[in-house]
Nanobody, 114 residues
């Protein structure tokens, strides 16, 4: 059974940083691409960042230069380092892996507010 468990969310002031984690079980992350998505209140879920099987990364324009996606193959865990946070980054953040099926975690809430 595949499980993705996000952690690391919380409340932070504008300009602050957080690192989100996505611990995977039942699936080997390095054999699959992994995404981070987010959903802000009243908005649709949107793609934030992606790391491919070969380690290449892609970012949404809104987070490029501020967020870094990575993966620790030994720990089978993905990460999203978020720097220079702004209130518009407030959302529930989800990790996602797609194989023959699509897997989502339950999400972790990030609140950016002064």
């Amino acid at each position: 059974q595949v499980q993705l468990v996000e952690s690391g969310g919380g409340s932070v002031q504008p300009g602050g940083s957080l690192r989100l984690s996505c611990a995977a079980s039942g699936i080997i992350l390095r054999f699959n691409a992994m995404w981070w998505y987010r959903q802000a209140p009243g908005k649709e879920r949107e793609w934030v960042a992606r790391v491919g099987r070969d380690g290449t990364t892609n970012y949404a324009t809104s987070v490029k230069g501020r967020f870094t996606i990575s993966r620790d193959n030994a720990k089978n865990t993905g990460y999203l380092q978020m720097n220079s946070l702004v209130p518009e980054d407030t959302a529930v953040y989800y990790c996602n892996v797609q194989t023959s099926a699509t897997y989502w975690g339950k999400g972790t809430l990030v609140t950016v507010s002064s």
